[in-house]
């Protein structure tokens, strides 16, 4: 036998005052009585007993020795072998994906109280605040806490457990220990997440975890709405725990799309879609109204309709080059399972300003489709050798063009524009002259093509270039490049050469190209390639059709093997064990009190 906590042993010396109280000298109560005849018979006896003879109660005595030894017996935590050879180590894997916070019965709480806060016009709750009261009212959520609160309380003295949050990536929420108290705080900072989750990544770090220890396991806890189906050995040796069991498919209607885009071609105009869908099973349409906020405001309120199994869309459009938040609530008019995905949020960031420099002696048609643009400053520098980098526009990153000048030694700016360069340089080498050029292929996916029509620019005359080494044609005349260069993105450039750069390799005065609508695209799409927002916004989804909370007809996918519960012999959050010591140790008080109070002995 082995203890698990020896050094308890330690306790064992309260047995010394115990006995010192016993042989303490009683103080005598007085007492009224009606007569002191009896009393005067006894109190030789009481007051000139010897020393040993106050030991007569040895049964009390002995009773309170052995109720002390059994305490510390039990404060040590013996070990018998078999149970020193069974520690376990467990590793619990948690769901924690937003189907976790769904409702069973939506019937039950009224529409809307997951996220409310307030009138619509103050905006909508953040995510993680319509996350945290969805799960508060979730009955999944809360068993999922209380069965991991469970099997956490029941670890023996001897065993370890660790704490997986199948997040992507994964979160270790509490690394291997047989520390109560650290599980606990684990316990703390679970809390589900804003989408659907893939589980394997989490199934393979369990796995790794319980790697080389024996009497390992692991536990998974889900509600069996998985955006990834794990592989079959991905579930070997998993004993799956299931919350929110349904046995059909749950009644839920949500945003699937919910979205703002700017335009490619205009400046500032940006267009914002939304998308319903009614996965309520019976075949009934759903009536709902749907509230659309921007920067806190209402923008735009629909009474809809959402047929089952059938989209419901809409579009808005609008002009604005500012930064606009736009919120998006649905109020679907029967009971739903799952708030979460009735609201969403989407982001559209300001745009940015881009300055261009001009190299050039001077040219009226590339200056007025600079003027065109929007959201561009832009300044002529002459001649090329006073361009100095980067800092020549007032500090921020521009796009330079230079128009029949080449650009100074060791010019390496953000992006260069070339037109009709001469000579050789990092772009290549100009070879000869072609004659009346015919575009014969157009790559119409590259960013600065995108819009661009070719079909009807006559060029009199352009440059035969041989391109530089890793440069892309966009447009060519029967294998002679007419726009090519590196406009892939930043960072790859090499030294002494600008990150993107393109070579427009004919001469505007020999060409009608900035007398067409496609030269001032083709200027947009350089200028709109460089501004650092993104042009799609970043939503706040928790998934497409995932989130319907179907259940697999058979729970095929779940085919591992439940674990039966453990019973955690645990009572208002204490071990059996420790109520035991304490009414001993209740006990071992009460009889030294009776003691105490005796008369005689």
Do not use: C
Request: glycine share 8%; hydrophobic share 45%; aromatic share 10%.
């Amino acid at each position: 036998m082995t203890f698990a906590a020896p050094f308890l042993f330690w306790f064992a010396l309260l047995a010394l005052p115990i006995i010192a109280f016993y042989l303490i000298k009683q103080q005598l109560r007085l007492k009224p009585v009606t007569t002191v005849l009896f009393w005067q018979q006894l109190r030789p006896a009481v007051h000139n007993a010897p020393l040993w003879r106050r030991l007569r109660r040895w049964f009390s005595l002995l009773l309170q020795l052995i109720i002390l030894a059994l305490i510390v017996f039990a404060l040590a935590r013996p070990l018998f072998p078999w149970q020193a050879a069974g520690a376990q180590s467990l590793v619990l894997v948690v769901d924690p994906s937003v189907s976790m916070t769904a409702v069973d019965d939506p019937a039950a709480p009224a529409e809307g109280e997951a996220f409310a806060a307030g009138d619509a016009a103050d905006g909508l709750p953040s995510p993680d605040e319509r996350l945290d009261a969805a799960a508060a009212a979730s009955p999944r959520w809360q068993d999922t806490l209380r069965l991991i609160e469970a099997r956490l309380g029941a670890l023996d003295f001897e065993d370890e457990a660790a704490v997986i949050l199948a997040s992507d990536p994964p979160q270790i929420i509490a690394s291997w220990t047989n520390n109560q108290r650290q599980l606990r705080e684990a316990l703390g900072r679970v809390r589900p997440q804003g989408g659907p989750s893939d589980i394997r990544p989490a199934l393979a770090l369990a796995h790794n975890l319980v790697e080389g220890r024996e009497s390992a396991g692991i536990e998974f806890i889900t509600d069996g709405v998985w955006s990834d189906e794990p592989e079959e050995e991905e579930l070997a040796g998993v004993a799956i725990r299931r919350v929110g069991v349904v046995e059909e498919p749950a009644a839920n209607s949500g945003l699937t799309l919910f979205s703002a885009r700017r335009s490619l071609g205009s400046p500032g105009e940006y267009q914002l879609a939304a998308i319903i869908e009614n996965n309520r099973p019976g075949g009934e349409p759903l009536q709902g109204q749907l509230e659309i906020l921007r920067n806190g405001g209402i923008m735009d309120v629909l009474e809809v309709e959402v047929p089952t199994g059938q989209p419901w869309r809409k579009e808005w459009r609008a002009t604005d080059a500012g930064e606009a938040v736009f919120e998006a609530r649905f109020l679907p008019a029967a009971p739903d399972a799952l708030a979460m995905d009735n609201a969403a949020q989407s982001r559209l960031d300001a745009l940015q300003a881009v300055d261009v420099v001009l190299v050039s002696e001077g040219y009226p048609f590339l200056e007025a489709a600079l003027d065109a643009q929007g959201l561009v400053t832009w300044q002529r520098v002459w001649p090329p050798e006073t361009v100095t980098g980067p800092d020549a526009a007032g500090g921020r990153e521009s796009l330079y063009i230079f128009h029949e000048a080449p650009p100074p030694e060791g010019f390496a700016g953000r992006a260069a524009l070339l037109v009709n360069p001469q000579g050789e340089g990092f772009w290549g080498a100009r070879e000869g002259v072609v004659e009346k050029p015919l575009v014969s292929s157009l790559d119409r996916e590259a960013e600065p093509m995108r819009y661009v029509d070719f079909s009807l620019v006559n060029i009199l005359e352009a440059g035969q270039y041989a391109p530089a080494a890793g440069a892309e044609t966009l447009a060519e005349s029967f294998g002679d490049p007419l726009i090519f260069g590196q406009w892939g993105g930043p960072g790859g450039a090499a030294d002494g050469q600008p990150d993107r750069w393109l070579v427009l390799g004919f001469p505007l005065e020999k060409s009608d190209f900035v007398f067409r609508t496609a030269f001032p695209i083709f200027l947009g799409n350089l200028v709109q390639g460089l501004r650092d927002n993104s042009m799609l916004s970043s939503g706040e989804l928790p998934g497409p059709v995932e989130t319907s909370l179907e259940v697999t007809a058979g729970e095929e996918r779940l085919a591992a093997a439940e674990a039966d519960e453990l019973p955690t012999w645990n009572y208002a959050g204490f071990p059996l064990w420790w109520w035991l010591a304490l009414g001993g140790f209740a006990v071992l008080l009460g009889e030294w009190f009776s003691y105490a109070r005796r008369m005689t002995e």
